[in-house]
Every structure is written in structure tokens, then in C-alpha cells.
């Protein structure tokens, strides 16, 4: 199974998270991660992964635009949506369930058939990071979603 996690980041923090989950989950599977400023949409849809992992910071209150961006230009060049998909954030604020707008983008641009309820959501320390301590268990917990979603 080929997971494509794909994230862009700014302070390094979105970047920690998603390679963290990305070394649990090369334990099962075939998984490539990359910022979205490093690669091209096109490099996705070559690739046709089983499951898309989106990861973002939330900045004024919504996702990236770069990330957004890019999820646009891979729903307009996908033939056929990518199975699955998952989403990550990282934020300082206390989490809002309007952050996650991730999903509705996902959806709207037809980019997975299917998308996992549960959200990998990490709160920072800081306004540019670090990340909280012990959000080992919460990516663990999310890989383990992940995998059962993967595989169901
Ligand atoms: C200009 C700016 C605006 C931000 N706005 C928000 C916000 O509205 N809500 C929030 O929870 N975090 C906000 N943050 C915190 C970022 O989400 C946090 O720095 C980010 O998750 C870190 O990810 P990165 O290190 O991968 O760039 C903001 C940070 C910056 C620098």
C-alpha cells in the first residue's frame, strides 16, 4: 500500500509532525512525504497512492494558502480520486473545530473517495512552535487510525 503525506511548513513544526508519523508508518507500509513547495502535484498523481495525508498550519484562522493551492492544481490534474485521505494540523490557539477546512477542499476538489473522520490535531507551546510535550501517544494513536483505515 503507497501513502503520499504531504505538508508544507514554515517554522519546521508541521514538517516534525508528518515525519514522525510518516517513520511509524514506513514500519507497514510504502510511504513518501514531501513539502508541497518541493514537489509537484503532478509527482502525486504519477505516484497514485492508496492514501493522501494533508498536513497544514493554521494561520489567521485557516489552513495554509500554499497548501490549498496545491490541493486545487492535483484535483484539477487527478483522472480518478486518490482512494483515501487524512488531515493534520499544527496550531498554537485552542483547537476549533472551523480550523479544519482541510477536508471540505479534499472533498470539493474530488481528491479521495474517502476521508478519515478523526483529524491529527498538535498544539504548539509557542505561537511558532514547539510542540506541546507527549504528542508521541497522539501520533501514534493516529497512525494506528490511519492503518486500520488504510487496510479496512
Ligand atoms: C502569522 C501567524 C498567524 C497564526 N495564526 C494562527 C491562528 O489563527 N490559529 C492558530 O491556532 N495558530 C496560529 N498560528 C500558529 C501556527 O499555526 C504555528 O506557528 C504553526 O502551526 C507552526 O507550523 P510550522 O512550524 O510548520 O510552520 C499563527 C502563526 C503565525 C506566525
Not at 514506513?26 to 502535484?41: C, E, M, Q, R, Y
Amino acid at each position: 500500500m503507497k501513502i503520499w503525506i504531504i505538508y508544507h511548513t514554515k517554522h519546521g513544526n508541521c514538517e516534525r509532525v508528518c515525519e514522525e508519523l510518516k517513520s511509524i508508518l514506513s514500519g507497514k507500509f510504502d510511504v513518501s512525504s514531501a513539502d508541497i513547495t518541493k514537489i509537484n502535484p503532478e509527482d502525486i498523481a504519477n505516484d497514485l497512492p492508496d492514501l493522501l495525508i494533508v498536513g497544514s498550519r493554521i494561520i489567521i484562522g485557516r489552513p495554509d494558502k500554499k497548501v490549498k493551492k496545491f490541493v486545487n492544481k492535483l484535483g484539477s490534474i487527478l483522472q480518478n480520486p486518490i482512494s483515501k485521505a487524512a488531515t493534520i494540523y499544527t496550531h498554537y490557539l485552542k483547537w476549533e473545530s472551523n480550523y479544519a477546512k482541510m477536508a471540505n477542499l479534499l472533498e470539493d476538489n474530488k481528491i479521495a473517495n474517502e476521508i478519515l473522520p478523526e483529524i491529527l490535531n498538535i498544539k504548539m507551546i509557542k505561537m511558532k512552535g514547539p510542540a506541546e510535550p507527549g504528542q508521541e501517544n497522539n501520533i501514534n494513536e493516529f497512525a494506528e487510525k490511519v492503518s486500520d483505515f488504510i487496510e479496512k
